[in-house]
Structures are given as C-alpha cells and as structure tokens.
C-alpha cells in the first residue's frame, strides 16, 4: 500500500472512521488517552479502512466472505458488550494512597533490576530500529516478558495517586520515581514511547476524576495535549533516523515524513490485505502449527514443546523474502483466527471481541479502589493485544500472573495483614 493515491485514501477513510468511533463510543471511554481510545483510533479505524478498499478493489470469494462476516462480527459484539462508564465519587483514604505508592515503587525498583541484569545494549543505543529491539527480547527473553507485564503499570500508579500526597519528601520521592519511569520506557528505543507515556499519565488523570472525591484534572489540558503531540513527533522521528539502517542515506524532509506515516498506516492495515490474497493461503499450506497449544507456547517452548517454529509474523516474513529475521507484522485476530481454527474465525473474532469487553467492564468495576487502579495498571493496555497479537497476550498474562503473586499479594498483606 505504498502508491501515494491509495495511502492518502487509506489515512483520510482511517480518520473519518476513527472519528464515528470515538462518537460511537464516547459514553464507554474515559478520555481520549485511554487504551480503548488509542485501540479504537490506531486499530479499528484501520480495520474498517482496510475493509472498504478491500470491498472497493476485490472480487468478492470465499476468503473475503469470511474476513467481512468477521469484521462486522468483530465490531458488533465489541460495542454491545462495552458498558458505558459512570462516574463515582469514592474515598480514596491516605493508606489506599500509601499501598498504591509502595506497589508503584517495587513495580519500578523490578523494571530496573531487570535492565541492569539483561546482557546486551538497550534498543535505543543500538543501530538497525526493529531488529535491536528483535535481538535484545531474543537475548532477555524472561526480562522482557516480564517488562512487558510491567509496562507503564508504575507510571500510571504515580500519576492517580500524586495529587492525594501531601508530605513533600514523598511527593518529591514521586516525582523523581516518575522521572526514572520514564527513562525506564523510552530506553526501549521505541517510537511511541513518548506517546505511551502521556498516555499513561493522561489516562490516569481521567481515571482518578472519573472514581474517587478528587475531580480535579492536574495533567491533562490542551497545552500538555500539545506538548506531548510535539515531543512524541519528535522523539518518534529521531528514534526512526537514529536507529534506522537507512538513517545514514536520508534526512529528514516532507518525503521522509510522508514515508514514516505511510509506513504507520501500512503495518496496522497490513494483515488484512494479507488474508484477502493468494498469498497467505499459499503460505498456510506449508506453515507447521499446533493448534491445541498455540496459545500456550511462551509457557511449553522453554520445556521443549514449542507449538511452531516461527510465529505467524516472522514465518509471513520468511515466506515473503526467505529470511527468518524475527521482523513480522503483527498478525491480528484474522489471521490468527484463521490460522488456529480455520473457517471458524468468525467465531474466533466474536469471542476476542466479547473477551475484551467484559475484561474492560470486570476491571472498571472491581470494588476495592485500590485494586481496581493496581488491576487496571497492569491489564487494561495488554488487553487490546488480544485483538492484534494473542501470543503477546499470552506473554503478559503470564507475566502478570507472577507480578501479582510475587508482588501485590505480598504487599498487600504487610498494609493490611489480609488480602
């Protein structure tokens, strides 16, 4: 989808279905910067996008019969089983505030014990963009794995709970823990990294004025909403020119800029073209899978039961150009649908669909505040992976399973002396 006609095409149909959503979904989301939000703009808009070019341009089979009932199956089960959100006005007391804090802490504490134990450069000292990120997860894998369950978790923790700490050697002690968070995440060499940031805090902000007495906005306004645009612009471009293999023949110019946000817009829409081509049926003939633990690989690889030699992605790589890199798209729950149960991915859609949903509605109305905001930090941006990389799903949920036996149960009995 490089042709300049069709990518403009596929940026203004993206936005113009990004906007119905969020319209749509106003009433289901807290603010513009939670998770649903960004799913809704950078994924589903696309989605949809992706599906009235591939209605505009492709004969209509047996495959494209299959992708459009999945889609609207998809889409359909999403919103009617999203509730909508309501606003609540709990006491948040000073020993809810202390807990949260001491889980932010030890979540951050473990995010640097861990860098410091991986081997390797990090991502963002190191050439080739993608492809360090590839080896340094391949070298560290329980590290990342358990970075990955972390995410902004402690980031989000510090930001609900800043404006109810009043002692100023804590609220200073938080403010710095919130400048080393983020050091933590942009060391990952990512282009969104910034974005995600602002994300976590933003959303967090919203969140707190959303559940408990303190309605105030500390964070989010127009002129941070813009400053973060701008910085995130920014660090995504550098990132991009200075670990990218081609960053030493190319400066940054309109043509560089329209080839970065082509590039975006290709890799979410990519999936979906895949599957309406003879190509990925083709691929599927020769791709070795086992389908009853795909889902458990991450778990029964190490113990010498892989489920595949190379997840969809990276194989879809090998087949297109003969090198297994680790590089792949992600492969979304079309062709991970496909590739498990076959004809029965509008099913598979529909129950990915209905899972993220009522995880959503689950963590939004778990009972004790401190919990919701510890469950919610460590799920609700992992969530949305399900929809487009279920073995990254996986991964997480695993890792947060060890996080919270290993980390909140036990600091939450020395608060409370129960669980």
């Known amino acids: 989808m490089n042709n300049g006609n069709i990518f403009l095409s596929s940026g203004l149909w993206s936005l113009f279905f990004a906007a119905i959503i969020l319209y749509g979904f106003r009433k289901k989301i807290v603010n513009i910067f939670d998770p649903l939000s960004v799913f809704l703009i950078m994924r589903v808009s696309t989605l949809l996008a992706a599906t009235l070019i591939i209605a505009l341009t492709l004969t209509i089979n047996g495959a494209s019969i299959l992708y459009f009932i999945s889609v609207f199956l998809f889409v359909f089960v999403f919103y009617f089983s999203s509730k909508n959100i309501k606003y609540e006005r709990n006491h948040v007391s000073d020993k809810q505030i202390n807990f949260l804090n001491s889980i932010a802490f030890v979540f951050l504490f473990f995010k640097i014990v861990i860098i410091i134990a991986s081997t390797g450069s990090l991502p963002i000292f190191s050439p080739g963009g993608s492809d360090a990120s590839i080896q340094f997860n391949e070298s560290n894998k329980i590290s990342t ?3 990955f369950g972390l995410g902004t978790g402690d980031l989000f923790i510090f930001a609900f709970t800043l404006p109810f700490v009043n002692k100023k050697i804590l609220r200073n002690s938080v403010y710095f ?16 990294s910034l974005f995600y940031v602002g994300m976590a805090i933003f959303f967090a902000d919203g969140f707190r004025s959303l559940i408990s007495q303190n309605k105030k906005l500390y964070f989010f306004s127009k002129k941070n909403i813009f400053l973060l645009i701008g910085l995130s612009f920014v660090w995504a471009s550098w990132v991009f020119l200075n670990t990218s293999i081609i960053s030493d023949t190319y400066d940054l110019d309109l043509d560089m800029l329209l080839f970065i946000i082509d590039f ?10 895949i599957f309406n081509s003879p190509e990925f049926f083709n691929f599927i003939n020769g791709y070795k899978v086992n389908e009853l633990t795909y889902f458990f690989h991450s778990i029964l690889k190490p113990l010498g039961y892989p489920a595949f030699d190379a997840s969809i992605g990276p194989a879809l790589h090998e087949y297109q150009t003969g090198e297994l890199t680790g590089n792949g798209i992600n492969p979304s729950f079309i062709l991970e649908g496909f ?7 509008p099913f598979y859609s529909m129950i990915v ?6 995880a959503r509605n689950k963590l939004l109305s778990i009972k004790k505040i401190e919990y919701r905001v510890i469950f919610i930090s460590i799920y609700m941006n992992s969530l949305y992976a399900l929809a487009t990389d279920a073995l990254s799903f996986t991964k997480a949920l695993w890792a947060s399973l060890i996080i919270i036996a290993f980390v909140v149960i036990p600091v939450r009995f020395l608060f409370f002396k129960r669980l």
């Open 145 to 147: 794995t358990l970075l």
């Open 177 to 192: 823990a919130i400048f080393i968070s983020v050091l933590m995440i942009i060391s990952g060499g990512k282009k969104s």
């Open 339 to 345: 590739v498990i149960f076959g004809a029965a991915v």
């Open 353 to 358: 669909a209905l899972f993220m949903a009522k």
């Open 264 to 273: 975006t817009f290709s890799q979410w829409m990519t999936p979906y073209f």
